[in-house]
């Protein structure tokens, strides 16, 4: 079965410094990767997909992340935080399954950024 | 364009009741997909509708229910609330289902549950 891990569960990081978010998926057929971002009292926000093509995908907010298939892993990226960057980030996996497309989402992981 | 609508946004029900919750799409997205938030359990799927059919399910009771009409809007429904249904829960609409080229799926900003 297809599933998610997002290695840190949180993630504190002082402001202006870089940060990655790890991720890391199972699946033997081709997928479809996201970031999303949740900030309190809000529902998800997509920072940016992987589809095809390029291994790295820039996204909104400065954010970036690498598709690495031999690593099966989909690494959240920003080499300059802010404290407005707090939120909970959730990587998520689309792929086909015997219901048509589902999209699995990691546990998620909590950004701390401290002035 | 207006994003994706969800009413009510709070509600405070008691064990055994039943409550019917409602999301809008954005114009144009034929898929909705419902997703339960807790603390505990992070993002679970509950099911994904399109073009008014049922196309995917998790593993959720089936006490939770929806459906979706000519509209694309859909509701959720969940009979003799328990106590751990309290959650958010979280709607999401895309233009051509929860995979392939267009799986952006845009969220709602949820209705809180709280079951007493």
């Known amino acids: 079965a297809q599933s998610v891990t997002q290695l840190d569960s949180q993630v504190p990081v002082f402001e202006e410094a870089p940060v990655e978010l790890r991720c890391n998926y199972s699946?033997?057929?081709?997928?479809?990767l996201f970031w999303y971002v949740q900030y309190p009292n809000q529902g998800l926000q997509l920072l940016l997909k992987?589809?095809?093509?390029?291994?790295l995908v820039k996204g909104i907010n400065g954010f970036e992340a690498e598709f690495n298939k031999s690593q099966t892993s989909f690494h959240l990226r920003k080499p300059s935080v802010h404290i407005s960057d707090t939120a909970e980030y959730f990587c998520?996996?689309?792929?086909?399954?015997?219901?048509?497309?589902?999209?699995?989402f990691g546990a998620g992981t909590r950004l701390f950024v401290k002035a | 364009k207006a994003g994706v609508t969800q009413t009510p946004r709070y509600l405070i029900k008691t064990r055994g009741q039943q409550v019917t919750l409602s999301c809008s799409p954005i114009?144009?997205?034929?898929?909705v997909s419902w997703y339960q938030q807790t603390p505990g359990q992070g993002l679970q799927f509950l099911f994904e509708?399109?073009?008014?059919?049922?196309?995917n399910k998790g593993n959720f009771p089936g006490r939770f229910s929806g459906r979706q009409f000519s509209n694309s809007r859909s509701e959720m429904n969940v009979s003799t609330l328990e106590l751990g249904d309290s959650a958010l829960y979280l709607c999401?609409?895309?233009?051509?289902?929860?995979?392939?080229?267009?799986?952006?799926?845009?969220f709602g900003p949820g209705t809180r549950l709280t079951v007493l």
């Open positions: 114009s144009g997205h034929r898929s």
């Open positions: 999401a609409s895309s233009l051509a289902g929860t995979g392939g080229p267009r799986v952006e799926q845009f």
């Open positions: 699946s033997s057929v081709s997928v479809y």
């Open positions: 998520a996996v689309s792929d086909r399954g015997t219901g048509g497309f589902k999209t699995i």
């Open positions: 992987y589809l095809s093509g390029s291994t």
């Open positions: 509708y399109f073009s008014e059919t049922q196309r």
